[in-house]
């Protein structure tokens, strides 16, 4: 008996069932159909303004820096200004992002722009996600040639633009976002849900930023 | 997993007289306790949300064999691989096979307790690769040698003097006059260190939060991104994780998420939760070639269907040992086991016996804060309770304690003996405490009247002086 | 013996009986550390439970609730006190006992300890509906919002909240709104009030050194609090709170709430705690 079967048939014994009740099995189709909610807490249940703020204070609260912008259009300058804020070279890692590759770029000359993913020496990286969580002032980045995943983690700094129409009250809702991009049941190879910069308590509970991944988290808000 | 508790005793003495420890552990009560607390009071949700996770929970393990099958399911569609792991020894081979398929060296590790208790940093140490610890907490206690004091905060015994000293033992290739006073001065160095590390290594292996039948997917939650660089920079990505780890959906995870962070360092969500499915996809610029999930058994199954199986609901927050006076006497360490405190009084003997670690359940109160804070609302003393009578079923309980119980039991269900021994030994008691009402010293009693005198009796008992009161005829039963 | 002449609310003049038929009949659980080591709390127990209205009996069977046995894994025995401590107290409308820990095994676990008996399965979950803790009876379920207790004016009161109380049973407000109806108190929350002595049963001798280092934590927030009295519901977590305190020559005073409400504070306090010895003579004659 291979080890999934001796497993499988241990798991069936101790809860004195057979591997043949449809019963269960329509339990299990239905919770994996239908995808219940459960409860979702009143600060993700609020309406598209309000909503807007409440992420806004909740990633300021865990050290993200916000700015909103009109249109996609601003991106590029509002990305110089903090380069310039935080005296950073003029240079950025973005992926193929259609969108921000829409932007106008050209408007920042002397900005270098590198694409693809990241191999390590990025200070500064740019992306753009495909949603966001208002109740933990989440963001949703998903892998691929449009957003690396290494563009999340490599940079020190990691400017990341989200349409406030694409900002969910809650997880669950954010994380239907998902399932109806892909396709019930498909994923990327990854999704990062990231709530501020790299942290770590491990040196006596003193939380430093800037463990692993990026000290600085910006996020752009466009409309 | 090297199991030490029967040396708790030990241990605990040892525990106790640590002052450095004892600095260390008031962190633990200062810090965790009130920044959960602050937390849960800012979402009224909380308790609702406890039930929804214990629910959730409850569900998948009723139905655990059908969610595995589903889960295994998405893993291969997504081009992942699956292994069915029965023992520690057999995940650890499995792992070691894949290391060997790819000729791997090094490989990264972000925290995962199964990982500690299967022992497999010895292993591969012991085959020639090289596992490097890439969480902070587990970098430094690697450095040490030691084990984890905590299952959220491995380093938490420490402090920051230890810490300078470990990198300047190790980090050899620095600049010795370096300035590392500051915390955050070791946090870059370990930054910069491990940085290298991340690109060197050839496989990642990582643990689950949680496995999602759904799409097959499995979740990291991390604040410091070590293991999401460890998973993406490797050239293959394993996962290791029990098979009480599954959860039916993406909102299910959700639901669990959100007291999961909350319930171990107060924060609404960690910085980085990540769902990982599969290996790179074709147009993936970044990721690794291969996905390796092993499924792990090792004493899960024997717990479904028994007392125990409320213990799997467990998610790993730490908030038990956060709030447990045990704990913080004695910290982690003391217990002799990969999982210490409250959750691992009741885990650690489902693992490995009773016999090999029955001091575990027994040094409880069973004050009840544990269960009171746990967000998946597992009945941690009952199980305690439960271990403490397979030990009395099977004799394992000291003579000493099993004689004087079944003594003192006797003695209370035959209330007239019971009567003519306490008639004579409260009055008695009562004129060994004298105008003091107190005695220092009492034979059989050496534990008590080391440490506190023992109160004296008031001499006549309750039920004498009402018998007493009554046969005067008082019907009013308040005078004396 | 009369009491003060003070009225209690709810005092029925005894020899009236058709009043006494319309008194709820509490059936008195001593607990065997009041039993065995306090009496006084019994009687102030009592005191505050016929001046709510009740009358009281002691059915003299009782010896103990079985928790020792239960908690050191011991179901059997435990199983066979359980059966003992129900026959004794059928007949009650309540059954109310001057202990958190002990009210919470007859309430809370001899329903779950005799499930599998059928001859008492029933008459467990029966018995334990009429069980309650004391100042959870005299609150919940009798109504009581105040004592007419007084003590010496400025009196700092701390109260510690003994864990099977708390958590099991829910008591945590009831203790402090009658504490603070006692004239002359002010009552003093210590840090952590919520938080083990260090008592634990048997865990106190078994694992000694770490009861030891919980219950000096405790006696450190308790002498923080700048308390002159500690009190709390339960006889076990006392005597170990007392025995430290004297221990470490403190002059706080320990006792039961029980006497403190019942007004009933001058017998020597737990361990001969407070700022003198009383004379040997105020001691209970043999």
């Known amino acids: 008996m291979s080890a999934r079967e001796a497993i499988l048939s241990r798991i069936r014994t101790s809860l004195a069932v057979r591997p043949d009740d449809d019963e269960r099995m329509s339990h299990v189709e239905t919770r994996l159909r239908e995808t219940p909610s459960g409860v979702i807490p009143a600060r993700g249940q609020l309406e598209a303004g309000a909503r807007v703020a409440i992420f806004r204070?909740?990633?300021?609260?865990?050290?993200?820096?916000?700015?909103?912008?009109?249109?996609?259009?601003?991106?590029?300058?509002?990305?110089?200004?903090?380069?310039?804020?935080?005296?950073?070279?003029?240079?950025?890692?973005?992926?193929?992002?259609?969108?921000?590759?829409?932007?106008?770029?050209q408007q920042e000359a002397t900005l270098e722009i590198r694409k693809g993913a990241s191999q390590g020496d990025d200070l500064v990286a740019v992306?753009?996600?495909?949603?966001?969580?208002?109740?933990?002032?989440?963001?949703?980045?998903?892998?691929?040639?449009?957003?690396?995943?290494?563009?999340?983690?490599?940079?020190?700094?990691?400017?990341?633009?989200?349409?406030?129409?694409?900002?969910?009250?809650?997880?669950?809702?954010?994380?239907?976002?998902?399932?109806?991009?892909?396709?019930?049941?498909?994923?990327?190879?990854?999704?990062n849900m990231v709530t501020g910069p790299s942290r770590s308590g491990d040196i006596e509970q003193t939380i430093l930023l800037g463990a692993h991944g990026p000290r600085a988290l910006h996020v752009v808000m466009v409309g | 997993m090297q199991l030490t508790s029967n040396e708790f005793k030990r241990n605990a003495t040892n525990a106790l007289s640590d002052s450095q420890l004892q600095k260390a552990l008031r962190n633990v009560e200062s810090g965790f306790i009130g920044k959960r607390q602050s937390a849960v009071e800012a979402l009224p949700e909380f308790d609702a949300l406890r039930d929804s996770a214990r629910a959730i929970k409850n569900h998948t393990l009723e139905h655990l064999d059908l969610y595995i099958e589903a889960y295994e399911k998405k893993v291969r569609e997504a081009g992942g691989h699956v292994h069915f792991a029965e023992t520690a020894d057999d995940a650890c081979q499995i792992i070691l096979d894949i290391c060997r398929q790819h000729s791997a060296r090094t490989v990264t590790k972000g925290k995962?307790?199964?990982?500690?208790?299967?022992?497999?940093?010895?292993?591969?140490?012991?085959?020639?690769?090289?596992?490097?610890?890439?969480d902070l907490g587990e970098y430094i206690i690697q450095l040490r040698k030691e084990r984890p004091s905590h299952i959220i905060a491995p380093a938490?015994?420490?402090?920051?003097?230890?810490?300078?000293?470990d990198f300047r033992r190790t980090h050899t290739h620095l600049d010795a006059e370096r300035n590392l006073a500051e915390p955050v001065?070791?946090?870059?160095?370990?930054?910069?260190?491990?940085?290298?590390?991340?690109?060197?290594?050839?496989?990642?292996?990582?643990?689950?939060?949680?496995?999602?039948?759904?799409?097959?997917?499995?979740?990291?939650?991390?604040?410091?991104?070590?293991?999401?660089?460890?998973?993406?920079?490797?050239?293959?990505?394993?996962?290791?994780?029990?098979?009480?780890?599954?959860?039916?959906?993406?909102?299910?995870?959700?639901?669990?998420?959100?007291?999961?962070?909350?319930?171990?360092?107060?924060?609404?969500?960690?910085v980085y939760t990540t769902f990982s499915t599969g290996p790179k996809r074709p147009d993936d610029p970044d990721g690794p070639d291969a996905y390796h999930v092993i499924l792990l058994d090792n004493g899960r199954t024997a717990m479904l269907g028994t007392e125990y199986q409320d213990m799997l609901r467990c998610i790993r927050c730490g908030a038990c040992m956060n709030h447990c006076p045990v704990y913080h006497s004695v910290g982690g360490h003391a217990y002799g086991s990969v999982y210490p405190g409250p959750m691992g009084a009741v885990l650690t003997p489902s693992l490995s016996g009773i016999e090999q670690s029955g001091h575990l359940p027994n040094a409880s109160t069973f004050c009840g804060r544990c269960e009171s804070v746990c967000p998946m609302r597992i009945p941690l003393p009952k199980m305690m309770r439960h271990w403490r009578e397979r030990e009395f079923e099977r004799h394992l309980t000291p003579n000493t304690a099993r004689y004087g119980l079944a003594l003192w039991a006797f003695l209370a269900s035959h209330p007239k003996l019971y009567r003519a021994a306490v008639s004579l030994a409260m009055p008695l008691l009562a004129w060994l405490g004298g105008t003091k009402h107190s005695m220092d010293h009492l034979p059989l009693a050496g534990g008590w009247t080391k440490y506190r005198t023992m109160p004296a009796p008031q001499g006549r008992t309750f039920v004498q002086a009402w018998a007493r009161q009554n046969r005067a005829g008082q019907k009013t039963g308040t005078g004396r | 013996m009369t009491r003060q002449s003070a009225a209690h609310p709810g005092q029925h003049n005894a020899q009236s009986s058709d009043r006494q038929e319309s008194k709820p009949r509490v059936g008195f659980f001593v607990t065997c550390l009041v039993d065995l080591f306090r009496p006084s709390v019994g009687f102030a127990s009592i005191r505050l439970i016929e001046d709510a209205g009740c009358e009281v009996d002691v059915p003299v069977a009782q010896t103990c609730c079985g928790q020792p046995a239960y908690n050191s894994g011991d179901r059997a025995d435990a199983a066979k006190i359980a059966r003992q401590v129900i026959q004794a107290f059928e007949g009650f409308d309540y059954v109310v006992a001057p202990s958190g820990s002990c009210a919470s095994m007859l309430k809370k676990h001899y329903p779950a300890l005799l499930e599998d008996d059928p001859?008492?399965?029933?008459?467990?979950?029966?018995?334990?509906?009429?069980?309650?803790?004391?100042?959870?009876?005299?609150?919940?379920v009798r109504g009581i919002t105040s004592v007419p207790a007084r003590l010496p004016e400025g009196t700092g009161v701390t109260y510690h909240d003994s864990c099977s109380g708390l958590r099991e049973l829910g008591i945590c407000t009831q203790p402090r709104t009658l504490l603070n109806s006692v004239e002359g108190i002010r009552l003093e929350e210590m840090r952590d009030n919520d938080v083990c002595c260090g008592f634990g049963g048997t865990f106190c001798v078994k694992y000694a050194e770490i009861s030891n280092a919980i219950v000096a934590k405790k006696t450190a927030?308790?002498?923080?609090?700048?308390?002159?009295?500690?009190?709390?519901?339960?006889?076990?977590?006392?005597?170990?709170?007392?025995?430290k305190l004297k221990r470490e020559g403190s002059r706080i005073e320990v006792r039961h709430i029980a006497e403190v409400l019942a007004g009933m504070t001058d017998t020597p306090a737990i361990a001969g705690t407070g700022p003198s010895d009383l004379p040997a003579d105020n001691r209970e004659k043999a």
């Open chain 3, 221 to 243: 927030n308790i002498i923080r609090s700048g308390a002159d009295m500690l009190l709390a519901g339960d006889m076990g977590c006392l005597m170990n709170m007392a025995g």
């Open chain 3, 119 to 140: 001859a008492f399965a029933e008459r467990a979950k029966t018995f334990s509906a009429k069980v309650h803790e004391l100042v959870s009876f005299l609150s919940d």
């Open chain 2, 185 to 270: 001065s070791l946090l870059s160095e370990a930054r910069e260190v491990l940085r290298k590390r991340y690109f060197e290594a050839d496989i990642g292996i990582t643990g689950a939060n949680f496995l999602v039948a759904e799409t097959g997917s499995s979740v990291i939650v991390t604040n410091e991104g070590n293991g999401d660089l460890t998973q993406t920079l490797g050239k293959v990505h394993v996962v290791v994780a029990s098979i009480e780890k599954l959860v039916p959906t993406l909102e299910d995870t959700a639901q669990i998420l959100r007291v999961l962070g909350r319930s171990a360092t107060g924060q609404d969500m960690t």
């Open chain 1, 127 to 191: 992306s753009h996600a495909m949603g966001a969580v208002a109740e933990t002032g989440t963001l949703v980045l998903a892998s691929g040639p449009d957003n690396p995943t290494t563009l999340n983690f490599l940079p020190e700094h990691h400017i990341v633009v989200i349409e406030t129409s694409k900002i969910d009250g809650d997880l669950e809702t954010a994380l239907k976002r998902v399932r109806r991009h892909y396709g019930k049941g498909n994923m990327p190879r990854a999704v």
């Open chain 2, 156 to 165: 938490v015994h420490l402090n920051k003097e230890q810490v300078e000293s």
């Open chain 1, 57 to 105: 204070a909740m990633a300021e609260k865990v050290q993200t820096s916000v700015v909103h912008v009109e249109t996609i259009d601003d991106v590029p300058a509002a990305v110089a200004a903090y380069l310039r804020e935080k005296n950073l070279p003029a240079k950025i890692r973005i992926g193929a992002d259609a969108d921000l590759a829409g932007a106008p770029w």
């Open chain 2, 112 to 134: 995962s307790m199964i990982t500690e208790e299967i022992g497999l940093n010895e292993f591969l140490e012991k085959n020639a690769i090289e596992p490097v610890e890439t």
